[in-house]
């Protein structure tokens, strides 16, 4: 079912530490949809218009591989939308990547440089006339940092380009 085979699973250890990552995301994003923004999340099962063709790194296209392996889901190639939506719902809902598990919320992004807080938000969730606070925001740099370290890690194990994405579509490409 999958056009990259080839990725090999991940060691135990990295597969720790991304379970881990991925629990630590997922108790944050909760905890922001349940708090103060419960009422202003839309997001519900059959909303998708987050549910884009996107890219992964490695590791997780390397866990999406071996979870498809396991057990196939529904999916269509799409030229637009996201290959594991059916129906308006995601068919690998419960081990969608780090991408799909944060969408809908106000992202926040340290621009050291400029010194300030990039923010990109849901404008389903989030019109541009609503007022954030800080503790609205999930500030996403701690969470990516750990994933490029874990990817580091995963590639250069397994002799693969760290930087190097792969699109969801590709997932969804027979082998040759």
Not at 61 to 82: G, K, N, Y
Not at 128 to 145: G, I, V
Request: proline share 6%.
């Amino acid at each position: 079912m999958t056009g990259h085979c080839h990725l090999p699973p991940p060691d135990e250890d990295i597969r720790r530490d991304y379970l881990q990552l991925i629990g630590t995301i997922d108790r944050c994003m909760q905890e922001l949809a349940s708090g103060r923004l419960s009422a202003g999340i839309g997001c519900r099962p059959g909303c998708s218009d987050c549910c884009v063709a996107f890219s992964v790194l490695p590791l997780e296209a390397a866990f999406m591989v071996e979870a498809l392996a396991r057990q196939p889901v529904s999916a269509v190639r799409q030229d637009e939308r996201c290959g594991f939506l059916q129906d308006g719902l995601c068919s690998f809902y419960a081990l969608r990547p780090v991408i799909c598990r944060t969408q809908g919320m106000a992202l926040a992004y340290i621009d050291e440089a400029g010194q300030s807080i990039e923010v990109s938000a849901c404008p389903l969730n989030f019109p541009e006339d609503a007022t954030l606070d800080h503790d609205d925001l999930l500030f996403m740099d701690q969470f990516n940092e750990r994933l490029a370290i874990l990817n580091l890690r995963y590639c250069e194990r397994h002799g693969l380009m760290p930087e190097c994405r792969i699109a969801l579509l590709d997932l969804l490409t027979p082998s040759a």
